[in-house]
């Protein structure tokens, strides 16, 4: 199954997850929450290709999760900001957060 034939799932999580349901989205999504906004800040941030990244902001802006906004003319340049459709998703990536923190500790190598 794809992911946009979840869309009209009856599961209101099968629904959600044809949005945000992938690791690329929910990144650029704890990057919007952490302040960042430009294009080549996702792409420092994540590491996701250019390709990917414009793929993901166009469905987050089409689903209204985030808006883009002009921030220069020449050449054409946006910041991808929030929505307040976008700023209730900010529970779920705490939870997420928080699960990771507990079950996910970083494991650092040792110098032995």
Same mark, same amino acid.
């Given at each position: 199954?794809?992911?946009?034939? *979840?869309?009209?799932?009856?599961?209101? #999580? %099968?629904?959600?997850?044809? #949005? #945000?349901?992938?690791?690329?989205?929910?990144?650029? *999504? +704890?990057?919007?929450?952490?302040? *960042?906004? !430009?294009?080549?800040?996702? &792409? =420092?941030?994540?590491?996701?290709?250019?390709? &990917?990244? %414009? =793929? +993901?902001?166009? !469905?987050?802006? =089409? /689903?209204? &999760?985030?808006?883009?906004?002009?921030?220069? /003319?020449?050449?054409?340049? $946006?910041? $991808?900001?929030?929505?307040? @459709?976008?700023?209730?998703?900010?529970? %779920?990536?705490?939870?997420? @957060?928080?699960?990771?923190? @507990?079950?996910?500790?970083?494991?650092? /190598?040792?110098? %032995?």
């Amino acid at each position: 199954m794809k992911w946009t034939e *979840l869309s009209d799932n009856w599961c209101p #999580v %099968a629904r959600t997850l044809s #949005v #945000v349901g992938d690791r690329w989205t929910l990144l650029i *999504l +704890r990057d919007c929450f952490l302040g *960042l906004s !430009r294009f080549e800040q996702f &792409i =420092e941030s994540s590491g996701m290709t250019r390709h &990917i990244l %414009a =793929e +993901r902001l166009k !469905r987050l802006v =089409e /689903a209204g &999760i985030l808006e883009r906004r002009q921030y220069s /003319a020449g050449p054409k340049r $946006y910041d $991808y900001v929030l929505t307040e @459709k976008g700023q209730e998703l900010a529970p %779920a990536l705490m939870t997420l @957060k928080d699960w990771g923190k @507990k079950h996910m500790p970083v494991r650092r /190598a040792t110098n %032995a």
